[in-house]
């Protein structure tokens, strides 16, 4: 990517950086990786993350941060889980003036990582608790963000107005980024998320999604004695499935040039084998890049179930009834690669060795609600792979390179 001139000698830029390594602030990646390891042995699915956030004060305050600079909002009261904690919110002044930048990462981790203990063997970081997964997502994230406000804490260097967003429940619905307010970040002007893969990735995009909740009412009746007499509930929700798969709307969804997702995830209905079932309660969802295309494929799973619902009848005619609540889970967004973010990103890595590459995620980013805020947010990687699993691990040398591109990020004209 072609690179611009300075405008004076003094101001330093990631052209001059590739040109002058000495130029690059320091990072100690052994704290670092204490760091890191520290906040991975720490519980804190979604909506328990306090203990997480207390330990990341504490580091903060350890370091010489003022208390006046760290606040915690009310998220955890707006979100349909109970929490026991809001986003964490650090705001440093400017030593020197310039647009505010914002680094963040979500504290919370999914229930298969409750109870891991993480072992380290060489570069690699594991679960030493084999039914467990790491918590490297995103505890990797939060330890590259907090040991860059460590450094520039214990070392003075000098910076713009920094913000540093440490956000709750990003696996149940991206929460803590879904209710955050520009205004409660400073209006930052350039904005980096540390998650998931590989540091060379910018994604700088994602797909929307969209979540269903369904209920059939059928009728009761006697399994053995007068099924004739009852509808079912879960013979409608049968039915409907089946058509959504026969007709290309589930799974996979390729509409000529247009692509989705779908998937009925979750099924509950009846009581006894002897009871014709008189309720099924579904939960589905659908995503895609293009809202007006997940719009449609929202559409055909109502239509498909308002259909089943009119076609199974009682011998006397009655039928069953289905009711559908949708909810956005997040809008998709997708940034351009002359965005600010974006183009400092990139830079960046590029001043520090790495080949950048863009990509589109097919699942949700904070940064989703990040843009929908008002604050476009490129996502970098920092090292945690097989995410979700008992087979999750965090590469340290991905984690370390994450650190250094981080403080650049931070504190780099």
């Keep these: 990517m072609p690179q611009k001139k300075p405008r004076t000698k003094a101001k330093r830029t990631t052209q001059s950086v590739a040109q002058d390594q000495s130029n690059i602030p320091e990072i100690d990646l052994a704290r670092a990786q204490k760091t890191v390891l520290d906040l991975l042995k720490i519980p804190g699915i979604s909506g328990q993350e306090k203990q997480v956030a207390e330990a990341i004060r504490k580091k903060l305050l350890d370091a010489g941060c003022s208390k006046n600079v760290i606040s915690f ?111 409660d970040l400073g209006k930052p002007k350039l904005a980096f998320n540390f998650d998931g893969g590989d540091v060379d990735k910018l994604t700088i995009g994602a797909t929307g ?12 009746s006697h399994a053995g004695v007068a099924p004739e007499q009852g509808v079912s509930a879960i013979a409608i929700a049968s039915l409907a499935i089946a058509s959504l798969h026969k007709d290309g709307w ?113 699942g949700g980013l904070d940064a989703n609600w990040m843009a929908a805020n008002g604050i476009p947010t490129v996502t970098l990687g920092c090292g945690q792979h097989d995410i979700h699993t008992t087979n999750e691990w965090l590469d340290l040398k991905t984690y370390k390179a994450a650190c250094r591109a981080a403080i650049m990020l931070a504190t780099m004209d």
């Design 73 to 183: 909002d009310q998220a955890h009261k707006k979100t349909p889980l109970k929490g026991n904690c809001g986003n964490l919110i650090v705001k440093f002044p400017g030593t020197r003036r310039g647009p505010r930048r914002l680094l963040m990462a979500h504290m919370d981790t999914v229930p298969v990582c409750e109870g891991t203990k993480p072992v380290l063997r060489g570069d690699i970081v594991k679960s030493g608790n084999p039914a467990t997964g790491l918590g490297a997502d995103d505890r990797s994230g939060c330890g590259v963000v907090l040991s860059t406000a460590l450094e520039i804490l214990r070392q003075k260097i000098d910076h713009p107005p920094l913000t540093f967003f440490f956000a709750i429940q990003e696996e149940v619905g991206l929460w803590g980024a879904r209710t955050v307010k520009a205004s």
């Design 209 to 220: 999604g969209e979540r269903l909740d369904i209920t059939i009412e059928g009728v009761p």
């Design 250 to 362: 589930h799974g996979l969804v390729e509409k000529g040039s247009k692509r989705g997702t779908s998937n009925i995830g979750v099924i509950h209905g009846g009581a006894a084998t002897n009871v014709v079932a008189e309720r099924a309660t579904l939960r589905a969802e659908a995503r895609g890049h293009d809202t007006a295309f997940r719009n449609r494929i929202v559409r055909a799973i109502e239509k498909s179930f308002e259909k089943a619902a009119n076609h199974v009848k009682s011998s006397s005619g009655r039928k069953g009834t289905v009711s559908i609540s949708k909810r956005l889970d997040y809008e998709a967004f997708r940034l351009t690669k002359n965005d600010p973010s974006v183009t400092t990103a990139h830079k960046v890595l590029e001043a520090l060795g790495h080949t950048p590459y863009y990509d589109i995620s097919n």
